[in-house]
């Protein structure tokens, strides 16, 4: 069974930076074809893709925050980690880590996780 | 950079035919993916490549994809369709993921 969980803090200082992490089960992120991606809701806001990382390491960010934005892997623990810097109050949302599927005319998340909360505040 | 619209809101009555539509530049060149999410949960695929089903998601979904123009299906709708529902594409020349805006869909 295939399986993500989110972990961070659920409240940071304007002008910090966000460490968020997700940890999978039920797949192996060193498997061709398998990649994770973490995804934002602001409240009562649209789906926004922040970043996505593949199985051989090659990555993508959103061009309007890849300034900020830093995914990695570490396949031993099998996790995924997001860091965002200079975080602001529009930056609250529920921050979603899924895995996407790559190849062969799939290219969509199977799996989500929870998702977790993050309010920037000071 | 690659766009696609949705509707803000559906509306539809119980047991009637919802559509959602997915509007971007020949999208249909692309394969869309559809997302159910209702509050306080996480999404969940319901269609994928355009008209495929996952497990577990009943054939009242289905999909279509032609022209500028992709189309979630929902027959016989029931209240528990109630949710926010998104589309999805893999825009390859920037190598992005890109999703609509949602639709609200409301059963009356």
């Known amino acids: 069974q295939v399986t993500l969980r989110e972990s961070g803090p659920a409240l940071v200082k304007p002008t910090q930076t966000l460490t968020l992490t997700c940890s999978l089960s039920?797949?192996?992120?060193?498997?061709?074809?398998?990649?994770v991606s973490w995804i934002r809701q602001p409240p009562g806001k649209a789906l926004e893709w922040l970043a996505l990382?593949?199985?051989?390491?090659?990555?993508y960010y959103s061009t309007s925050l890849k300034t900020r934005l830093t995914i990695s892997k570490d396949t031993s623990n099998n996790q995924v980690v997001l860091t965002m810097t200079n975080m602001d109050p529009v930056d609250t949302a529920t921050y979603y880590c899924?895995?996407?599927?790559?190849?062969?005319?799939?290219?969509?998340?199977?799996?989500w996780g929870q998702g977790t909360l993050v309010t920037v505040s000071s | 950079s690659y766009e696609v619209i949705q509707p803000l809101s559906v509306s539809v009555a119980l047991g009637q035919t919802a559509r959602i539509t997915c509007g971007g530049n020949n999208i249909g060149s692309k394969n869309v993916h559809w997302y159910q999410r209702k509050p306080g949960q996480a999404p969940v695929v319901v269609i994928y490549?355009?008209?495929k089903w996952p497990s577990g998601i009943p054939e009242r979904f289905s999909g279509s994809n032609s022209g500028n123009t992709a189309t979630l299906t929902i027959s016989r709708a029931q209240a528990g369709d109630e949710a926010d529902y998104f589309c999805q594409v893999w825009d390859s020349s920037t190598a992005h993921v890109v999703f609509g805006g949602g639709t609200k869909l409301t059963v009356l």
């Open positions: 990382i593949r199985w051989d390491d090659d990555k």
């Open positions: 899924a895995r996407f599927l790559y190849g062969d005319s799939v290219y969509y998340f199977d799996s």
């Open positions: 490549t355009d008209s």
């Open positions: 039920g797949f192996s992120l060193s498997t061709s074809g398998m990649c």
